[in-house]
């Protein structure tokens, strides 16, 4: 099973704008296709936030919108997620996903990252 990994959590002031970034974390050899971000806070449910394909066609989830941006670098096979004006309601693990395919055989996963914290306080 191909690994994703997450990074550019951590803490965050009110009000930041941080960027997640998401690639693979088995190294090269792999392709990314769609991918989506979601988050989990503490003691709630996994949810989801956006979703880009190969591309560029993006969906949010409804009240995410205006307050996130998923994109993503083919070249660099890596997909983002701007987050802008964050509360302490937005803390939480964030999570990628995606269709990765394994170069060499053509074989498909649906991959999970292992989650990137973000906590969002003064």
């Known amino acids: 099973q191909v690994q994703l990994g997450e990074a550019g959590g951590g803490l965050v002031q009110p009000g930041g704008s941080p960027r997640l970034s998401c690639c693979a974390a088995?190294?090269?050899?792999?392709?990314?296709?769609?991918a989506g971000w979601y988050r989990e806070a503490r003691g709630k449910q996994r949810d989801f936030i956006a979703r880009?394909?190969?591309?560029?066609?993006?969906n949010y989830a409804e009240h995410m919108k205006g307050q996130f941006t998923i994109s993503r670098d083919n070249a660099k096979n890596t997909v983002y997620l701007q987050m802008d004006s964050l509360k302490p309601k937005d803390t939480a693990v964030y999570y990628c996903?995606?269709?990765?395919?394994?170069?060499?055989?053509?074989?498909?996963?649906?991959?999970w990252g292992q989650g990137t914290q973000v906590t969002v306080s003064s």
């Open positions: 880009i394909t190969v591309g560029g066609s993006t």
């Open positions: 088995s190294g090269s050899g792999f392709r990314i296709y769609t």
């Open positions: 996903n995606a269709i990765v395919s394994v170069v060499t055989t053509g074989r498909l996963d649906d991959s």
